[in-house]
């Protein structure tokens, strides 16, 4: 699956895009592979879009879906 990452977490990581094949799985099982993988990462309050829509901690993530990591913005 393709991982795209935003902001703070393509800083931590030192990259924008991930690709890792991690199979399918849940959102929830996703967010803990990848702090199991890259314990760095904040991903607390990070949301979670598949394929250009939000996801659930509860929906499925496809080996071939894109994944992106969109923390929270602040604006003024």
Do not use: W
């Not at 800083?11 to 991690?22: A, K, M, P, S, V």
């Not at 849940?26 to 702090?35: I, P, S």
């Amino acid at each position: 699956m393709k991982i795209l990452c935003f902001a703070h977490l393509s800083e931590q990581l030192g990259t924008h895009e991930l690709d890792l094949d991690l199979g399918s799985t849940t959102v929830a099982d996703f967010r803990l592979e990848m702090k199991r993988r890259y314990p760095e990462l904040l991903l607390d309050h990070v949301m979670i879009a598949v394929n250009e829509q939000f996801a659930d901690d509860q929906d499925q993530i496809g080996p071939n879906d894109t994944v992106a990591l969109l923390p929270p913005v602040s604006g003024g």
